[in-house]
């Protein structure tokens, strides 16, 4: 628990966040079936309030591929309005539609609602990780879910091919440092091991200033004139990071891609 009434969950896959209210549950991100199942199992035994509201950060399977658990139990599914669309793109693709419990409520820019003692606000700036990450803000507890926007000293995944923009995800970061304070308890999908799940404003910078060196090494590097194939093979950045380990190969393409394609 963070909080009296407001606690995470870790099992597998992103982060999930939870709000027991007197009026009703909160969920924020579902991991996978089986996960969401043991939450459940796990909520039902603290409170007998229903579910009334799941909320995904954005689409990726490890964040929503447990909504079909929640599936005649929760009132209602929230997510950005591009999450949506690109959960339904993928599970088109994949065909895996009937495994999905798709969001029936969706928002732009901004989303607010009373909830138990809670106000919930769900803010989206813009482009990120994919072009549909919510920032999702329980403004009296003062803690905020950063979904995939934040991987906490750990390499992250850029979905491309789901409108993520290493640029515009340096200014998404911005708006959040700008928008929270120095209070704000911040929520990852993700961390390396060793490294927390939840943090400060503080790991917002650093991994702002993660993604600028990323950008500005590869810049270099293309106006150097080495090839993608050359350049993703980098294993050893040239500048001080605490983002270590593997799957360094993921950011270096995004970026060489990003940087090289109008
Ligand atoms: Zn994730
Ligand atoms: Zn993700």
Redesign the pocket.
Known sequence: MLTDDIGIFTERG?TILFYLSNEGIAVVDSQFPDQSNHLIEELKKKTEKPFKLLINT?H?G??SGGNISFKGIVDHVLAHENSKANQERVAKANKTEDKQLFPDQTFGTVWNQKFGKEKITLHYFGAA??NGDALVHFEKANIVHM??LLFNRRHP?V?RSSGANIKSWITVLEKAEKKFDKKTQFVY?HSAEGFDITGTVDDLKAFRNYLGSILEFTQKEINAGKTREEFIKTTVLPFETQWKGDGLVRPLTAAYEELTTK
Do not use: P, Y
């Open positions: 992103g954005h990726h490890d964040h990780h994919t979904g995939d995944f979905d999908g």
